[in-house]
């Protein structure tokens, strides 16, 4: 599967992970904070665009 997106596109997409709410409950904070100056540093401008790539599977068949 591929989409467009921008930063805050992949921000909000990373923001609903499971694993992110755990690591809120169990520490106070949030742990994207702490990667967004890096994912900035490498993406360039905020609003641009970049391909975002991941596989998509299905499991499908009848009992």
Aim: proline share 3%.
């Amino acid at each position: 599967m591929t989409m467009l997106w921008s930063l805050d596109d992949l921000m909000g997409y990373l923001a609903t992970w499971s694993s992110v709410a755990a690591y809120k409950a169990a520490r106070g904070e949030d742990p994207l904070k702490e990667v967004y100056s890096d994912l900035c540093a490498v993406w360039g401008a905020a609003n641009d665009r970049k391909n975002i790539k991941w596989p998509l599977s299905f499991r499908i068949g009848r009992i």
